[in-house]
């Protein structure tokens, strides 16, 4: 698989489908671009192109100067696949790049779609939220109970031991400096701005962005849907493939000319 040569970083990335409208992947904290293999089959099979990759400090891409905007590479990303518009697929961590990106380069995002994520809404009334509904004993839980749900580690072990894979293969080892921060703060007012239609679900069971908190963000945002595929914790993506790809092509599929 090939690497895109950008500012500070090469970023490895795969493409699959080489026809259609393109679906660009964001991961989680805990991922990489193997986080979507569990997509990439119903996307190509519904006739998508689809984009995946290791974002700078993640899985095979390599940072070659420090820190920087997430959302920058997404755009030097973008420019060197000659990609002009396309919908944004993204979870978690994934979720905080997608919303700043789609705020600051809106002429590019046909659609986005925000899963189980913190969205990084800096007002203090959310941050009150975050801290009632995530303290520290959910932080400080093995990572695999913090973010796969309970239903599916009762009956699928195989799945989660692939996720731990996945997550032990995913963050490189830097310093605090190195780490990649927003363009902006993103806020209630910026969201209530924004004019791309939005698509924002979560796992019943996610400890870390329950259903409750996501739903504050997504009443902010003019052209949101919200959905919540029951029982599925932080990596619903991963955990209800068939539930949550289902309601992600149809949503894209209603903006998708």
């Known amino acids: 698989m090939p690497y895109a ?65 997430a959302g920058d590479d997404l755009e030097a990303l973008a420019q060197h696949l000659g990609l ?12 905080i790049i997608g919303l700043d990106y789609a705020v600051e380069y809106p002429d590019r995002v046909i659609s986005l779609t925000v899963s189980s994520s913190f969205t990084g809404v800096t007002d203090q009334s959310y941050l009150d939220v975050q801290t009632r509904l995530r303290p520290p004993e959910i932080s400080n839980l093995p990572i695999e109970l913090r973010e796969v749900g309970p239903s599916y580690r009762a009956v699928n072990p195989e799945g989660v031991a692939e996720w731990l894979r996945i997550e032990e293969s995913s963050r490189h080892e830097i310093t605090p400096e190195e780490g990649q921060s927003p363009r902006s703060a993103m806020t209630y007012a910026r969201l209530a701005a924004m004019q791309t239609p939005v698509l924002m679900l979560t796992g019943g069971a996610d400890l870390l962005s329950p259903p409750s908190m996501m739903k504050l963000v ?33 949503f894209i599929g209603q903006h998708d000319n």
Do not use: M
């Not at 970023?11 to 293999?37: I, M, R, Y």
């Not at 002009?84 to 979720?95: D, I, K």
């Open 5 to 69: 040569d950008i500012p500070g970083a090469r970023l490895w990335f795969k493409e699959t489908g080489q026809h259609g409208t393109p679906v660009v992947f964001l991961h989680a904290a805990s991922g990489t671009n193997d986080s979507w293999g569990l997509q990439e089959p119903a996307f190509i099979e519904s006739g998508y192109r689809c984009i995946a990759y290791d974002r700078k400090n993640w899985g095979r891409s390599e940072s070659v100067t420090p820190a920087g905007s």
């Open 218 to 250: 997504a009443d902010h945002i003019p052209n949101c849907r919200f959905e919540v595929v029951p029982e599925a914790g932080h990596a619903a993506f991963h955990e209800e493939p068939e539930v949550w790809n289902k309601l992600v092509l149809e």
């Open 84 to 95: 002009n518009r396309f919908h944004l697929v993204c979870t978690a961590l994934g979720g």
